[in-house]
């Protein structure tokens, strides 16, 4: 199984923006990476009336697409868990998730202060790391927005 790792916080607050810079600094290392976005809402990525979504309304319980280099699932998930979906990541080294909160992997909270200034996680036992341009006092490092590298020798370190 890979590392796994969530960034997670309120929203806004730069989970996005952090894992578009954590991406190519880990590619560059020579890691194959992984991601998964957490969300409560529930997304149609498949077009209603074309093919592939005609299958899943007849009742497949997994479709997959495919195209030249390309290949996207939607597959029915009972057990609603980061773990259920694992399984799917099993040729990369590292998932990084967004989101997640509750879950039960090590976790990296961002605390931006235009969105707050206290972290949700700061109590979490999963809680590796924080990034933030917040002056706080925690038991966990803490990164700027732009500390990527230093960030990545950690996870590194700690996960790979």
Request: proline content about 5%.
């Amino acid at each position: 199984m890979p590392a796994v790792v969530s960034i997670v916080g309120r929203s806004q607050s730069g989970k996005t923006t952090l894992i578009e810079k954590l991406i190519p600094e880990f590619k560059n290392r020579g890691y194959t990476i992984g991601t998964i976005k957490h969300s409560h809402h529930n997304p149609d990525i498949d077009r209603s009336g074309k093919d592939s979504s005609r299958h899943k309304a007849a009742g497949a319980d997994t479709v997959i697409f495919h195209s030249p280099g390309k290949i996207a699932m939607v597959r029915d998930d009972h057990a609603g868990e980061l773990d259920s979906m694992l399984g799917y990541f099993n040729d990369v080294d590292l998932v990084i998730t967004e989101g997640y909160k509750a879950g039960n992997k090590p976790k990296i909270e961002i605390v931006r202060s235009a969105r707050h200034s206290e972290p949700l996680l700061k109590d979490d036992e999963l809680l590796i790391a924080v990034v933030t341009d917040v002056a706080l006092q925690l038991k966990v490092p803490i990164f700027g927005f732009e500390d990527v590298v230093p960030l990545a020798d950690m996870i590194e370190k700690k996960f790979l």
